[in-house]
């Protein structure tokens, strides 16, 4: 049994600090992303000295966080093989890369489920150089071959929570089909919007979505501001306004004046960085105040950071509001290192936090199929959930 099972993009972080400006000799732009292939990846990567490796991808780097404060995590992906092999289960088919996120998902202790495709492990260059620019390679590769087939009711089942890489909401079938089966197992569904492109497409999937299952959804202010638009809310004070859209109520629980169908919309958290976040829920809207990070080195993951810190946070009983307060000082922490390679003492000074915040009972239990969970206040921690 897991308690977080996540399903997205296993991609290969690589970095590179520069001391110069580095970008256009290698035909990139500084401040800008872009795709290449991936022989267009291996030349540049071929280029650069001492590289940084990290796991990444929404969900391993969501999965790598909660893990480090505590949870049993299980991640679903796919990576790639090498040329000329045929995909199978055997180790030795691994790429280059596929060794490296395999390696480091075992290393830390997050069990996994992933499938080889026939082409390269997906990876992401992120260059640093002087003046704060950075500039991004992405070739996708493999990790988009994720299919249905790989999430099954059995993973579902023992599982406690699902996070699932909103990337992969171009593949509506995948959302859908894993969607369903939490509905039918009562699990909670966190959705990260992962891009403005992503919460123009995704909006009517959402609607759908909440309407059978308990969902969470994750977002920037940038991605907030165009979700609420594509579904008719006020995109100047998004993450209330969709809740309220969503749900079918507002925030203190009440049916809303639509007369719509309730939804099971759970709680929107609009991350805004620098500036904290903004969490809508049950409970009411919450305001959570940034924190001023003591060394800027790379901002790559900090998103996925703060949701497997509040995802973890909250399956351990902790207040979504409480939750927030965690997940944004684990997220302010991740500035200091590339990717999601994080800093142990101060995770596990974290986790000591969320440890002596737990109830002694817990609010959270695995229900049969059949049984529903209900967001209900606990006698002695408001705002948690409740079976």
């Not at 030349?43 to 790598?64: D, F, H, M, Q, W």
């Not at 969503?246 to 925030?251: C, D, E, K, P, Q």
Request: hydrophobic fraction near 40%; aromatic fraction near 4%; proline fraction near 5%.
């Amino acid at each position: 049994m897991a308690d977080i099972l996540g399903i997205g993009n296993a991609l290969l972080d690589i970095f590179w600090f520069s001391d110069e400006e580095s970008a256009l000799p290698l035909a990139l732009h500084p401040n800008r992303a872009a795709h290449v292939t991936p022989k267009r990846l291996d030349e540049i990567v071929a280029r650069i000295p001492n590289p940084v490796y990290s796991a990444g991808g929404s969900a391993a780097n969501a999965l790598k966080t909660a893990r480090m404060l505590g949870a049993s995590c299980l991640l679903i992906g796919c990576t790639g093989t090498a040329a000329g092999t045929t995909p199978s289960t055997a180790a030795g088919d691994d790429d280059r890369w596929g060794s490296l996120f395999r390696e480091e998902i075992a290393r830390m202790g997050i069990e996994s489920k992933i499938s080889r495709r026939n082409q390269p492990t997906g990876r992401c260059l992120v260059i640093h150089m002087p003046g704060s620019m950075t500039s991004i390679a992405c070739a996708p590769g493999a990790a988009p071959g994720i299919d249905a087939a790989q999430i099954t009711e059995r993973d579902i089942a023992s599982s406690r929570a699902v996070f699932f890489d909103g990337q992969l909401l171009r593949k509506e079938g995948l959302a859908v089909h894993t969607a369903r089966l939490c509905a039918t197992y009562n699990k909670p569904l966190a959705l990260d919007i992962a891009s403005t492109d992503m919460a123009t497409r995704a909006a009517e999937l959402i609607h759908a979505v909440s309407a059978e299952t308990q969902l969470f959804l994750f977002m920037n202010q940038e991605e907030a501001a165009v979700l609420a638009r594509a579904m008719d809310a006020d995109p100047a004070c998004a993450a209330e306004s969709m809740y309220r859209k969503i749900a079918g109520r507002n925030t203190r629980g009440n049916s809303s004046s639509t007369g719509g169908k309730t939804g099971k919309l759970h709680a929107v958290i609009e991350k805004r960085g620098s500036l904290g976040a903004v969490l809508a829920c049950g409970e009411g809207v919450f305001t959570i105040p940034g924190i001023q990070a003591g060394q800027m080195l790379d901002t790559t993951g900090c998103g996925d950071v703060f949701e497997g810190a509040w995802l973890h946070s909250v399956l351990c009983g902790l207040s979504y509001r409480d939750a927030a307060y965690i997940a944004n000082r684990a997220a302010s922490a991740k500035t200091a290192w590339p990717g999601s390679l994080l800093d142990r003492s101060v995770m596990d000074a974290l986790a000591q936090e969320i440890s002596a915040a737990r109830p002694k009972h817990t609010c959270i239990t695995l229900p049969l199929p059949g049984q529903e969970l209900h967001l209900q206040p606990c006698a002695s921690t408001p705002g948690r959930i409740e079976a």
